[in-house]
């Protein structure tokens, strides 16, 4: 198995940080010892029932590693991308959520959680984080990414270069979403 690193030293709006102040990301695939602190991060980002279980944390690790992706700051885990793979992609199919129909050959990567920890939200992680989640579903010839998103993440997925889609038929956690598409 081709291990990825991918590293991103993050500098201060302000300007140049000296070497000692700078954090550093680093980004690999989750590991089953990942599954506690992943669910923090989950339900301490999305709203109500938007988060995912333990159990489907857990199974998403287990089932398809190469596409969990953790972005690690100071050592710690402080973001992750996961999704799986489907030959037809159904945006509302609730059981895709618990990997059921996943198939790692497939050519369609459908995202099922972006986050980043509330304490580094606003400070520019998400973008490398879906850019080294992007190089990696590439490298593996991967043809799509499909996600769902709220009304106020449109912009930034298609600054990364999503295309918009369509409102979702989905009603997950209760909330609007809106599809979302990238050609590899």
Known sequence: ???????????ALTGF???SQMTTSHFRLARPGD??????????????DEAAT??????????YPQGFLVMELDGTIAGFINGGCAHEVVMSDEA??????????????VIMSVVIDPAHQGKGYASPMMRAFVE????????AIHLMCKERHVGLYERLGYRYVRPSTSDHGG????EMMMTL
């Open 17 to 19: 940080q000296p070497a």
């Open 1 to 11: 198995m081709r291990l990825f690193y991918y590293r991103v030293i993050r500098t």
């Open 54 to 63: 333990r159990e489907k944390i857990a199974t998403r690790i287990a089932q």
């Open 35 to 48: 599954v506690d602190r992943c669910y923090q991060i989950e339900t301490a980002a999305y709203e109500g």
């Open 136 to 143: 990696r579903m590439s490298g593996m010839d991967k043809q």
């Open 175 to 178: 909330m609007s979403w809106h």
């Open 96 to 109: 895709f959520k618990e990997l059921v129909g996943h198939d790692p050959a497939a050519p369609n990567v």
